[in-house]
Every structure is written in C-alpha cells, then in structure tokens.
C-alpha cells in the first residue's frame, strides 16, 4: 500500500529549529518530486520545499528560503524538511506531498499525501 507518513513535528521557540521527517513507501519513492506543504487555521494550504531525484534540485517557497533546507536519504527512502530560525507565522500542520514532477507538485497536483505533523511555533 502506498504511503508517506510524517514524524518529528513539535513545539518551539521563536528563532528555534524542528526538523519533520516523511517515510515513503518504496512505490511512492520512485516519484520524481517530493515536497512539503504547510496549512495553518483558517489558511489555504501553502507550498514550502520540494525537491527532485533525478537532479537533485530544490524549490523553496520566499517565506522559507535560508531559513529551511530539504533533504532526502534514498537508502532510508526518508524526506528530511530541517527548519531553522523559526518563526510563529511558520505554526501549521506540515504534509509531505509526492508527484509526477516538479511543474506538478508546484501546481498543488500531487498523487500522494501523508496525514500531516503539527508545528507549533512560540513568540
């Protein structure tokens, strides 16, 4: 069965650092994109980072760019979003999302979601 589950969401000060980890099913590995996604209270979901195998190119969102960094571990078939500098505004539930490419998966048109990790951010 296909999935991408979440772990490593928390609480944290202002200016603090989480990192969120997505577990990928071997099947939704073989995508070319993988991303997260972020949706706060009352907010429409947003894009945050993604990244690409074949090339190894990442995408950033401007709200996030030097301040979050994507990663992956093909072996451990794990997607790593490592937040630094964190501030309130980045308190949201964070998905990891996978899709055909990156043109996709920028457009929101992602084939696989996890269930989401809670970030909660302190001022």
């Known amino acids: 069965q296909v999935q991408l589950v979440e772990s490593g969401g928390g609480s944290a000060q202002a200016g603090g650092s989480l990192r969120v980890s997505c577990a990928a099913s071997a099947r939704i590995f073989m995508r070319e994109a993988m991303g997260w996604f972020r949706q706060a209270p009352g907010k429409e979901r947003q894009f945050v980072a993604a990244?690409?195998?074949?090339?190894?190119?990442?995408n950033y969102a401007d709200s996030v760019k030097g301040r979050f960094t994507i990663s992956s571990d093909g072996a451990a078939n794990t997607l790593y979003l490592q937040m630094n500098s964190l501030k309130p505004e980045d308190t949201a539930v964070y998905y990891c999302a996978a899709a055909l490419d990156m043109p996709s998966l920028l457009k929101d048109m992602c084939d696989y979601w996890g269930q989401g990790t809670q970030v909660t951010v302190s001022s």
């Open positions: 990244l690409t195998w074949s090339t190894g190119s990442t």
